[in-house]
């Protein structure tokens, strides 16, 4: 899901300078103060220095206008090509919040009404009769996610039609019975914009631009998933903590409402200042409902609306979403009661988190995260597998196909030199996991005898396999 070919801390002082160099950053209403802007781009192009990512582009809205935004970096490495803030950037998964809207649309016309069954639409699809359109929204729906690795499947790297994406998937069991559970599953989405799609008698592009995307006032939005994709920016990746390499992008037909949009970071921004404003495409009680927390059978709160997630920190609501491309990773985070948004993109699997908590501490102070229990049986996995990767190699009867597929011989190559680079692992802490796409997702901090501190980062399928191990370094 992401170059120059340099690990991090080895880029010069030269570098760092031309960095500077070309952050480039754009007047709006009621800017940033200059301290703080100084301040955000000192952070940013050390976070890039010390990730090797390639580039990232930045905005925040304060009192519910684009106070700020910036480029920073190179939107491609040979030859290098300045980041600038006209780039469209895929969004990933922030995308899904459009096709929410794009379905409320519908449901304030009258032409769709939310707790209608899916086989209302498609009838021939498995478990239709069972799942409404409004699980599809709140990710309750059981159907299983298409999108879970954070790397190129073989699926994602083929060619497909939405529709027969979604057919194979939701002919797969459920993950639970419908409205038991919360899951997060791109397969809901694609199937969301398929029903928007066959209501509106359009494309759903063509949809989302004129009623979604032209009220808002937005311009420059690109469908990743049509013709006349942009070149730049480029999307990059690293194995382990190899060097960044440029990768290639999702085939066509893989991203549709789910994650195909990508934008020129102050469109993001501009879109933000409508969802904190309710005043523009559609009703402040359809806006409300997009964002309030769905709830399970039990009482038991999601943390997810419909396209948002919902938490508080500090005593400040946060709604808003992360997105992930192969090669773009976004997070953009909206504070209502603030009037305010943070958003990062960078073209490359690192350093969106740093940045985003970098330009975060500059507007607010933020809570430490809670840690989760330990798991010993998937801790042992990991460094079981771990050890195998420090020689070269991985055991497959660990892996599952989709992880096999990923390890080529380049992959083990880098995953080799990283972990010798590493050292032997002298500590390895839990800090994070949710389930996804039915498996058991988890977040390690391993600290090496060198003194090198990474995060591994591995979803475990049901039967105990690895279905992804990514490693990026922490400091």
């Known amino acids: 899901m992401m170059p120059n070919h340099r690990l991090p801390g080895l880029r010069s002082a030269a570098l760092s300078a031309i960095f500077l160099l070309l952050s480039l950053h754009l007047p709006a209403q009621d800017n940033l103060p200059p301290a703080e802007q100084a301040k955000i781009a000192s952070d940013v192009n050390g976070i890039l220095e010390k990730t090797a990512a390639p580039s990232a582009v930045v905005a925040v809205v304060k009192h519910g206008h684009v106070a700020y935004t910036a480029a920073f970096g190179f939107a491609q490495l040979e030859p290098r090509i300045p980041a600038t803030v006209d780039m469209p950037y895929g969004i990933g998964s922030v995308s899904k919040q459009f096709t929410a809207v794009a379905a409320m649309v519908l449901v304030e016309q009258g032409k769709l009404r939310l707790d209608d069954p899916v086989s209302t639409w498609f009838p021939e699809l498995a478990h239709s009769h069972d799942v409404t359109l409004r699980q599809l929204l709140n990710q309750t729906s059981g159907y299983s996610d298409y999108y879970t690795e954070d790397y190129l499947t073989p699926e994602l790297a083929t060619v497909t039609e939405p529709y027969a994406l979604v057919k194979r998937w939701t002919d797969k069991p459920l993950d639970f019975p419908p409205g038991t559970q919360w899951q997060y599953s791109n397969t809901n989405y694609v199937l969301s914009s398929l029903i928007v799609e066959k209501v509106a008698g359009q494309p759903f592009f063509q949809f989302l ?182 020689k070269g190699a991985i055991d497959r009867s660990q892996i599952n196909d989709n992880l096999a597929y990923f390890f080529t011989p380049r992959v083990l190559e880098d995953f080799k030199t990283s972990l010798e680079t590493i050292g032997s692992i002298t500590k390895i802490e839990l800090i994070g996991g949710s389930d996804r796409g039915g498996m058991n997702g988890l977040s390690y901090r391993i600290t090496g005898s060198s003194g090198i501190t990474a995060r591994v980062s591995v979803y475990i399928t049901k039967d105990g396999k690895l279905d992804q191990l990514l490693i990026t370094r922490i400091q």
């Open 209 to 390: 631009s004129k009623h979604v995307l032209a009220p808002a006032g937005l311009t420059g939005v690109v469908n990743l998933d049509g013709p006349n994709v942009p070149d730049l920016p480029r999307n990059y990746i690293h194995f382990a903590l190899g060097p960044p390499r440029e990768t290639p992008r999702e085939a066509k037909g893989t991203l549709t409402g789910a994650g195909q949009l990508s934008m020129p970071v102050g469109q993001l921004a501009l879109w933000d200042t409508v969802v904190l404003h309710r005043d523009k495409v559609i009703k402040p009680s359809s806006w409300q409902m997009l964002q309030s927390e769905a709830s399970l059978p039990d009482g038991t709160g999601t943390g997810y609306g419909m396209g948002y997630f919902l938490a508080a920190q500090d005593s400040r609501r946060i709604v808003g979403h992360s997105g992930e491309l192969n090669g773009f990773t976004t997070l953009n985070e909206l504070f209502p009661a603030q009037d305010a948004a943070i958003i990062v993109i960078v073209n490359s699997d690192r350093g969106t988190g740093e940045i985003f908590s970098a330009i975060e501490q500059v507007v607010f102070a933020p809570a430490p995260p809670t840690l989760p229990a330990a798991n010993p049986e998937a801790e042992h996995l990991v460094r079981s597998a771990l050890e195998e990767l420090r």
